[in-house]
């Protein structure tokens, strides 16, 4: 069975380290990371990710930039997302999220039991 790939877009490089750390040593998973929301977006809507986990701030625009730049081109929008950031803001756009594919909401620092759990939803049986 081929790795899962998963892209990391947070714009702190600590919090890259320890996700990528922890999906590649932990979950098995093939790992990419980005800081920008420009390049998140052209990643994604170029394929091969099976989850792509964003922080709302990123180093050239947020979460909602992010979904905007995908849905202009269609691409991408079918993989799941993951929210890893800090507190929800009060006007999340919930179907705007779901519309971008966005699946949930974990809030920073979360634990590895909290990534396990949205990863065993996910792919039910396949995380280590």
Do not use: N
């Amino acid at each position: 069975m081929a790795k899962r790939k998963v892209l990391i877009a947070d714009d702190d490089p600590v919090v890259r380290l320890f996700m990528r750390d922890v999906f590649s040593k932990i979950f098995g998973f093939d790992c990419d990371e980005t800081d920008s929301a420009a390049k998140a977006a052209e990643k994604t809507a170029a394929g091969g990710y099976d989850l792509v986990l964003l922080d709302q701030h990123l180093s050239d625009g947020t979460l909602a930039d992010y979904c905007r730049l995908l849905s202009k081109g269609g691409k991408g929008l079918p993989v799941p997302k993951w929210v890893v950031s800090g507190e929800k803001p009060l006007d999340w756009d919930e179907d705007g999220m779901k519309a971008c594919g966005v699946l949930g909401y974990l809030v920073k620092p979360c634990r590895i039991d909290d990534l396990r759990e949205i990863l065993e939803k996910q792919f039910p049986g396949s995380i280590k």
